[in-house]
């Protein structure tokens, strides 16, 4: 399930004598000119961290073939992806991504025959649903090996956490300026300034042992994100 986890920092209180506004700032943009307070002016800096929901992993396979020339490597390389494709197509999650091979030259002088060696990969998106059926296939077609996994977030989820996160920042530095308005006994608490200046995007958790044996997909370490807003409040 997705959760959330909150942090405030950076609190400054400056005495001012002008009238209450409200200024939003977009991401990046320069500091805005001192706004307008007649009382004291509290700034803070909120962060609010969570993570969403998954429902589906990005793979990385590594396909390779070897034989005593490019062509013949190139040959058993191409007989294996073939096999690869009619596995792993029905269990992905759109297209596959397959990049033109690449060839090298092993052995050799003391090390035994010159063997030629040809190799891709293979990736793509595979829902949980069809996570340990894609493992099986790892490990039983000839020359394939799992890279890795990464855990995406699911669908919509993103978009949900980032709103619930930017209302969970609002109401930690409403909640902080009240308890600061309080201590100072002050009664009125005035939202001048929203700047979100920080934070980003899903950031998906990748999984590199993801297929070592006992590895459950549902216990999955779930993809993070953060807002960050510098809030200027009023306080009279």
Do not use: H, W
């Amino acid at each position: 399930m997705p959760t959330l986890r909150s942090a405030a920092v950076a609190l400054s209180l400056l005495p001012l004598g002008m009238g209450p506004a409200l200024a939003l700032v977009a991401p990046g943009a320069s500091r805005a000119q001192a706004l307008p307070c007649n009382g004291t002016l509290l700034q803070l800096q909120v962060q609010q961290q969570g993570t969403a929901s998954v429902d589906r992993f990005r793979f990385n396979l590594g396909l390779e073939a070897e034989a005593p020339t490019k062509a013949a490597a190139l040959d058993q390389l191409n007989v294996r992806l073939a096999a690869v494709r009619k596995a792993v197509s029905p269990l992905a999650l759109g297209k596959l991504t397959i990049p033109a091979p690449s060839t090298y030259r092993s052995g050799g002088g003391g090390a035994g025959p010159v063997r030629e060696q040809a190799s891709t990969s293979v990736s793509g998106e595979v829902s949980k649903a069809n996570y340990n059926a894609l493992i099986q296939v790892a490990g039983r077609l000839p020359g394939l090996t799992l890279r890795g996994f990464t855990a995406e977030a699911a669908s919509g989820s993103a978009a949900q956490l980032q709103t619930r996160l930017l209302r969970e920042a609002l109401a930690e530095g409403q909640r902080q300026a009240q308890s600061t308005a309080d201590a100072l006994g002050l009664r009125r608490v005035q939202l001048l300034r929203i700047d979100q200046r920080g934070g980003g995007p899903i950031r998906p958790m990748p999984y590199a042992m993801a297929a070592r044996n006992g590895f459950n997909p549902d216990e999955a370490r779930e993809p993070e994100s953060s807002v960050s807003l510098a809030l200027d409040y009023c306080l009279t």
